[in-house]
Nanobody
């Protein structure tokens, strides 16, 4: 059973920063990703990183968010800079392995003054 544990969410003022962390219980995967879901909206892809380190971002976060791995291949971070109120959402870590998707429990990010 694959487990993903996220941390790092919280309340931050507009233009502030946060760093989200996710630790996976496995080193076997094709891709790690961050998604988010705002109230009343569908879950959306935020950023992805492959095993070889290639990254991809949603247009809405390009240039503000950075996804990167830690020293351990099973750890992935999401650096959130220049936060906006519309970034408020529950952020989920995702691991893709073959045709399977695994999810963390989510961490709340609230951007408000």
């Amino acid at each position: 059973q694959v487990q993903l544990v996220e941390s790092g969410g919280g309340l931050v003022q507009p233009r502030g920063s946060l760093r989200l962390s996710c630790v996976a219980s496995t080193l076997i995967f094709n891709m790690l990703a961050w998604y988010r879901q705002a109230p009343g909206k569908q879950r959306e892809l935020v950023a992805t990183i492959t095993r070889d380190g290639s990254t991809n971002y949603a247009d809405s976060v390009q240039g503000r968010f950075t996804i990167y791995r830690g020293n351990s291949l099973s750890t992935v971070f999401l650096q959130l800079n220049s936060l906006k109120p519309e970034d408020t959402a529950v952020y989920y870590c995702n691991l893709k392995r073959s045709t399977n998707n695994y999810w963390g429990q989510g961490t709340q990010v609230t951007v408000s003054s």
